[in-house]
């Protein structure tokens, strides 16, 4: 089973490596992109909450749940998303599908590991910008993001405690395409920039639980993220190019042939975060948590110029969520064994456009379906 899981594993790495895409938004233009994994299907269920773990499920935010892990467990996700995008006077729609995270948990006695591949951060925007009283035209074109390996490892110290520890290896490669017209002129400029990325980053963390009497539980989490640099390798390449009707690309335009500017290497700075958590439920009953995130400001362009009234700030987040079982028996019919879960996040996301901060409001809805004799189970969660 080992063997099998190396082997989609491998591919799964060569799909991402040429088809990071996993967004489809203007604000990915900024820094290394969007912010696309954000815990597992049963995680976003419940707010983005990971405060809570059990002895059958990953919990791919919080490694010190690794101590309570009893199964050897393989779990795999996917995320459609449907975007609307509005301005004052412009709506578009679109929409992506991306494979999520793969990864594998091992339980050895009283520690646990975890090995697998996430899809970290995405870029994907296509942006048009018209300045009709000076005559100048901008489109900007960008595709790629940061991708982890990760190890894990959770350690139970006792019954209440565990500890956990997690090196993600990051990589990934980021273009961003400018092309500038001047009205009255016959050739485009066009400006082409290229990151790869790669480096290490940690995360400790330490779970906490306690029964409070014959019913209630206490949990409680803390995640801790160091700051770390990533080695950006960087290329750029300049070109005076032709623009059909339709908005092709002729390269060279007048016979000009391209040419590469040397660009220095760079760092990009991963900032330090953490995770507070707690919450109160019955095992195998129902559970309600509460979290509190922060990130120090990081900022990061591989342009020629600085996006004009771009300003990064400390991120912070709020989730609540939960679950509810009717009846975890497993002789009590089947839809009195389906995890019913809910929450809601509010997240002040770092960025700043023109001193309007860019924030997230997200609620979201799952069902853990048993799909087997053991336990083998179907996650589907919707967010709005």
């Known amino acids: 089973m080992i063997k099998r899981f190396i082997v989609i594993l491998t591919l799964l790495f060569t799909v991402i490596t040429t088809a990071q895409e996993g967004a489809s938004s203007p604000y990915s233009f900024y820094g290394v992109g969007l912010t696309t994994f954000k815990g597992s299907i049963e995680n976003r269920s419940m707010g983005g909450l990971s405060v809570y773990s059990d002895s059958i499920h990953l919990n791919l935010q919080n490694p010190a749940s690794l101590g309570e892990l009893r199964l050897t467990t393989y779990s795999i996700g996917a995320t459609h998303s449907s975007l609307d995008i509005k301005s004052a006077t412009e709506s578009e729609s679109a929409s992506v599908t991306t494979l999520d995270y793969l990864a594998i948990g091992v339980p050895i006695g009283k520690w646990a590991f975890s090995f697998g591949l996430v899809p970290y951060t995405s870029v994907g925007y296509n942006i048009q910008d018209i300045d009709e009283e000076n005559g100048i035209g901008g489109r900007y074109t960008g595709s790629g993001g940061l991708n982890k390996v990760f190890l ?61 009497n014959e019913k209630l539980e206490l949990r409680a989490v803390g995640t801790y993220a160091p ?9 750029r390449q300049l070109a005076v190019i032709g623009l059909t009707s339709d ?138």
Not at 179 to 188: H, K, N, P, S, W
């Open 152 to 212: 894990a490892a959770g350690y139970a110290l006792s019954p209440n405690f565990s500890l956990g520890a997690e090196v993600d290896y990051g990589f990934g490669n980021v273009d961003n395409t400018s092309i500038f017209v001047r009205e009255g002129l016959q050739y485009a400029s066009r400006e082409v920039n290229e990151s790869r990325l790669s480096g290490f980053s940690y995360k400790l963390a330490l779970n906490y639980q306690q029964m409070l």
């Open 227 to 235: 700051e770390t640099n990533l080695k950006s390798f960087n290329s």
């Open 247 to 384: 908005g092709a690309e002729i390269i060279g335009g007048n016979g000009t042939a391209f040419t590469d500017i040397d660009v220095p290497d760079s760092e990009l700075t991963m900032p330090s975060a953490f995770t507070l958590g707690a919450g109160i439920g019955q095992p195998r009953k129902w559970f309600l948590g509460a979290e509190y995130s922060s990130k120090e400001a990081t900022s990061y362009t591989n342009r020629s110029f600085n996006p004009e009234g771009a300003v990064f700030t400390d991120a912070t987040a709020y989730r609540v969520g939960g679950f509810y079982i009717p009846n975890y028996n497993p002789v009590s019919g089947y839809f009195n064994r389906v995890v019913y879960r809910a929450g809601f996040r509010m997240e002040e996301t770092g960025l700043e456009l023109s001193g309007e901060p860019i924030n997230e409001f997200g609620m979201s809805f799952g069902l853990g379906l048993p799909a087997g004799r053991g336990f083998e189970n179907i996650n589907l969660g919707l967010e709005y």
